[in-house]
RNA sequence: GGGCGAUUAGCUCAGCGGGAGAGCGCUGCCUUCACACGGCAGAGGUCACUGGUUCAAUCCCAGUAUCGCCCACCA
């Protein structure tokens, strides 16, 4: 084996291995575990988030699969309609054309070669991260079996009257042309103003005063609304005003939603271009004037001198009138909240269209039921929370995207405008009779990507067919996601679930945190703080680091700024830690819930730690070739046995921790096993026994089928979190082991049961531990060399401390680099000495004249300190008749217990500084 | 406006009703026959603040402050 682990050596070479042994696919035997994955944008690349999530997916597949669960995995990608759209459309505005020069057909021949060409790029990064996904299975969300399921679903909704069609203000993106939906606008604060508009009234006695932030939507207002108990303009309703630059007189009408206390209190009412307007409007029956192209430009529906205009240029023309008609009366600084397109950033405008809609409410309810009685557990639970908030208050979902790329909504139109909804257009025409004469035209809209991705579950298992996919695997088993995506996609997946599939279609849902960089930012491109997990995988050179991050910037002017930042942070770039070292951070990170700063150390440590695995290993092999095949248990030393039961313990939490998605904690607890408890002092014990002659063999035979049997077991219990440095030295460790399995992917999950718990051996060793730390300390801080031999003189030794002596003296000599220890027998004077304490026993290192007096008085008098300080505590604990009555009485032994050994342990300290004081 | 979360060592984070923890960083010593991607020893914290509950609070409750996120139609 190699000095340290070379990942890149190793990595691929397992990856094509497994793959090509087909280890990933569903094996058919045990229970079904199945996790579907969240299928990421076709065309994307991988993230941090990404790796993440496939990390911990991964760990949970492994580990069931380990467990002799009936394992899928199942990958796949979904068609991302507008950003795939979009991506294609920068390609061809970049070649000087546009869709639609193209036309549909070609433009989606484009869409498709861009798929193919991208599309598998993030199925190698997968593979990458060493994700066991059932490639056999990989799907698409366009594929022709998920667009079946796509227009089923359709079909059945519309059937049933949950989907409509319908005309009403929408989200339009006057940049994409399309509609979109609530969750797809994201609302940000932002500075503007609040114009105050004179509106006459038409009586000719003044006017009202109406403040808007949005000057130009005045060109649509169908009416002036006040409070109906607004004693100021009660008088008032019913007449009109005279809407200024227009040639109309609007209503003033009475309305609860006007609030008295703002503004003047009377509020213009736009309802074609207002969410809270239309709902007035269709209160009070008044007209929909549309005043904005698809493009928010000003149409014919207004004055002519505004038409053509953009909105905003459109907004200064008119500040500019009334300030000529001096019918402005103010402007005002203020915050708003400015609804913007996720996709393209621009404002979105409340816009009249015809569109498709689901009416969710009646979906939504057994949804909710299904979270609140438990059938589906979120993890951690508060999220539940956010998805009752959602789910209680939902809207009715806009399906239809004016896109080209997507499910086309499977509906026909005859030339009268008469609506026929089918599986396909054969299916339309024996349905309803319309024979060939009749031309049928295919709605041109696609639907919502969220609305293929609500079926993921089912339709990539076959749905509708009833498959044996579908039999086994549904419900899946968890769903690991993050929690931007709830509304979009998990609450959506549990209503078409339900409704579709029969039952819910995951029994949990896992919600992890968003990967930060190290100063708590989301990672972006435009911040230029991205890390690509294969950088990390693989290393990368300072100028390629910098060159990726700053080509292709939106803002170019950022480059300098980002630049900086880089080299700043990345002097020599990045090195290699390898997908062992990375997943391992990832998995050591996924504490519930929060988000995660990914800090490098972090991950240079558990690189650090897959090299002390390594190391171990070697050493392990190194003595243990040919050991044979069985051990009398008998001749176990001590070590062997105090190992095996703290790695019975370490199975257990391991397991625990997993089954409670406490990825952390498992890592925890295992790497703490690793290097703590086996390499710091199993390995070290192991020497002794070894290489001492006088030891028998078939002790030393037992002590290397315990270094090989620990070392084999916690490879696997390693493996579902570092599969590669696993699967590498488990290939050499099994065969010492016995173990003639091909792979350790599908070895069994260690038990606890495997090794046997033995608490004597832990309290022995921990005696034998305490003794080597005292002499080390001692060593420490006196300045003495690690290197140099000392004799120990022992005081006040118990007579079983006597029978540990001489059973363990050989582990103490070895660890503690002693030549001699030897017994002080009551009244024995002894000599100067440096002193550590061990229970009711004293380990003095005799220092003849070296002793300095001065640092070991300090030494003791820190520890005397300590002691004092803990001791006063709890004294003045047991000293409270309250405490004593009322702690349950295990704590007061405990309390006592501690008082008398720190009354002991302060008794020598003190002896030994009054010691000291005599040599001064 | 409503909801959620965070505040613990220099940094990144665990923990939790009864003795403050890890990794990284820092200090000192060590090229010891698995590992310098290492070993040994060590320094470092009024667990944000204020009250309350309790025999006992970093932990539970209430409030305050700071930071963050989500939802919401106030023109």
Redesign the pocket.
């Known amino acids: 084996m190699e000095?340290?682990?070379?990942p890149a050596a190793i990595e691929q070479r397992w990856y094509k291995t497994w793959e090509q042994a087909g280890y990933f696919e569903p094996s058919g035997n045990g229970q079904p575990y199945c996790i579907m994955i969240p299928p990421p944008n076709v065309t994307g690349t991988l993230h941090m988030g990404h790796a993440f999530q496939d990390t911990i997916m991964d760990t949970l597949t492994r580990y069931h699969r380990m467990k002799g669960a009936n394992t899928l995995w199942q990958p796949g990608t979904d068609h991302a309609g507008i950003a795939t759209q979009m991506v294609v459309e920068r390609q061809l505005e970049a070649a000087g054309t546009n869709r639609h020069e193209l036309g549909r057909d070609k433009f989606l021949d484009k869409v498709w070669e861009w798929k193919e060409q991208s599309g598998n790029t993030i199925s190698k990064q997968l593979r990458r991260m060493g994700s066991s996904v059932a490639w056999s299975r990989e799907r698409f969300t366009m594929d022709e079996g998920l667009s079946k399921a796509v227009a089923e679903v359709f079909v059945k909704l519309y059937d049933e009257g949950l989907i409509y069609r319908g005309k009403r203000l929408v989200n339009w993106d006057p940049v994409l042309h399309t509609a979109v939906s609530?969750?797809e606008v994201?609302?940000e604060?932002e500075s503007g103003h609040?114009w105050h508009f004179r509106y006459p009234l038409s009586s000719g006695d003044g006017y009202l005063v109406?403040?808007?932030?949005?000057p130009e939507t005045m060109l649509g207002d169908t009416a002036v609304a006040v409070h109906p108990d607004d004693e100021r303009y009660s008088h008032l309703v019913g007449q009109t005003v005279d809407l200024p630059l227009c040639d109309r007189a609007i209503p003033i009408v009475a309305d609860d939603?006007?609030?008295?206390?703002?503004?003047?209190?009377?509020?213009?009412i736009t309802p074609a271009h207002?969410?809270?307007d239309y709902e007035i409007g269709q209160r009070h029956q008044l007209p929909l004037i549309n005043i904005l192209t698809v493009d928010a430009a000003i149409n014919e529906n207004a004055p002519a001198p505004y038409r053509g205009l953009d909105r905003y240029a459109a907004r200064k023309q008119i500040i500019a009138d009334f300030v000529r008609l001096e019918l402005l009366e103010t402007i005002e600084d203020?915050k708003?909240?400015v609804p913007r397109g996720d996709r393209s950033h621009v404002v979105v405008e409340p816009y009249l269209t015809d569109q498709w809609y689901v009416k969710v409410a009646p979906l939504a309810k057994p949804a909710i039921e299904a979270v609140e009685d438990g059938r589906i557990r979120f993890i951690p639970d508060?999220w539940s929370?956010?998805y009752f908030?959602?789910m209680h208050?939902i809207q009715d979902w806009c399906i239809s995207r004016q896109l080209w790329w997507g499910h086309r909504i499977p509906a026909w139109y005859d030339e009268q405008g008469n609506i026929y909804v089918g599986r396909d257009e054969a299916e339309v025409r024996a349905k309803h009779a319309i024979d060939d004469s009749v031309t049928l035209r295919q709605d041109e809209d696609v639907l919502d990507t969220w609305f293929s991705s609500a079926l993921w579950p089912f339709s990539t298992l076959g749905w509708p067919e009833q498959t044996d996919a579908l039999k086994s695997f549904y419900p899946t088993s968890v769903l690991v996601t993050g929690?931007?995506i709830i509304?979009f996609w998990v609450a959506r997946m549990i209503m078409m679930g339900m409704k579709f599939a029969g039952d819910v279609p995951f029994a949990e849902v896992y919600i992890h945190g968003l990967i930060?960089d190290?100063?708590?930012q989301k990672m972006s491109k435009s911040k230029g703080n991205v890390l690509d997990p294969l950088d990390l995988i693989d290393g990368v050179d300072l100028e390629t680091l910098v060159a990726k991050r700053t080509t292709g910037l939106m803002q170019p002017q950022l480059k300098p700024k980002i630049e900086k930042a880089t080299r700043k942070q990345f002097p020599d770039g990045i090195p290699e830690f390898g997908t062992d070292a990375l997943r391992f951070t990832f998995a050591a990170?996924a504490?519930?819930?929060?988000?995660?700063?990914f800090?490098l150390?972090?991950i240079?440590?558990?690189?650090?730690f897959?090299?002390?695995i390594w190391?171990?290993a070697?050493?392990v092999l190194?003595n243990t070739e040919g050991v044979a095949a069985t051990h009398d248990a008998a001749a176990e030393s001590l070590p062997d046995r105090w190992i095996r039961s703290r790695l019975s313990k370490t199975i257990t939490e391991a397991r625990d921790h997993i089954e409670h998605y406490?990825l952390?904690?498992a890592a925890?607890s295992l790497?703490?096993f690793t290097?703590?408890e086996y390499?710091?002092w199993y390995?070290?014990l192991t020497?002794p026994v070894l290489?001492d002659e006088a030891v028998s063999e078939a002790s030393k035979t037992a002590t290397r089928r315990t270094l090989i049997e620990v070392l084999e077991a916690l490879l696997r219990c390693l493996h579902p979190m570092i599969p590669f440095v696993t699967e590498e030295i488990w290939q050499r460790a099994a065969k010492v082991a016995g173990n003639t399995g091909s792979t350790i992917m599908l070895q069994p999950y260690p038990e606890p049961t495997d090794f046997a718990a033995d608490g004597e051996a832990e309290t022995q060793l921990e005696w034998i531990m305490g003794f080597v730390?005292g002499v080390?300390?001692i060593?420490?801080?006196m300045?003495i060399?690690?290197?140099k031999p000392l004799n120990v003189l022992l005081q006040n030794v118990a007579a079983d401390e006597r029978a540990r002596l001489d059973e363990h003296g050989l582990y103490l000599r070895k660890l503690a680099r002693l030549v001699n220890i030897s017994t002080l027998e009551d009244g024995d004077e002894p000599p100067t000495s440096a002193t550590a304490l061990l229970g009711g026993m004293k380990i003095l290192v005799p220092m003849a004249g070296l002793i300095d007096v001065v640092a070991e008085r300090d030494r003791l008098q820190?520890q005397l300190d300590r002691a004092a300080g803990?001791l006063h505590k709890i004294e003045a604990?047991l000293a409270?008749e309250?405490?004593v009555?009322?702690?349950?009485e295990a704590?007061v032994t405990?309390?006592r217990g501690?008082q008398s050994?720190?009354q002991q342990e302060i008794a020598q300290l003190e002896e030994q500084v009054a010691k000291l004081a005599e040599l001064e």
């Not at 000095?3 to 070379?6: A, N, R």
């Not at 939603?257 to 213009?268: A, L």
């Not at 009555?885 to 349950?888: F, I, L, S, V, Y």
């Open positions: 000095k340290s682990y070379q609530d969750l994201i609302s604060e609040l109406v403040a808007t932030t949005r939603y006007v609030d008295p206390e703002f503004g003047s209190g009377c509020v213009k207002d969410f809270n203020h708003l909240m508060n929370k956010t908030e959602w208050n929690f931007d509304f930060r190290q100063d708590g990170l504490s519930t819930g929060r988000d995660i700063r800090d150390g972090r240079e440590g558990y690189r650090n897959c090299n002390k190391n171990a070697r050493y190194m406490r952390d904690l925890k790497y703490e290097w703590n390499c710091d390995l070290e020497k290489q730390l080390r300390q060593r420490g801080e300045d060399s690690p290197g820190k803990d604990k409270n309250n405490f009555a009322r702690a349950p704590v405990k309390e501690r050994s720190l």
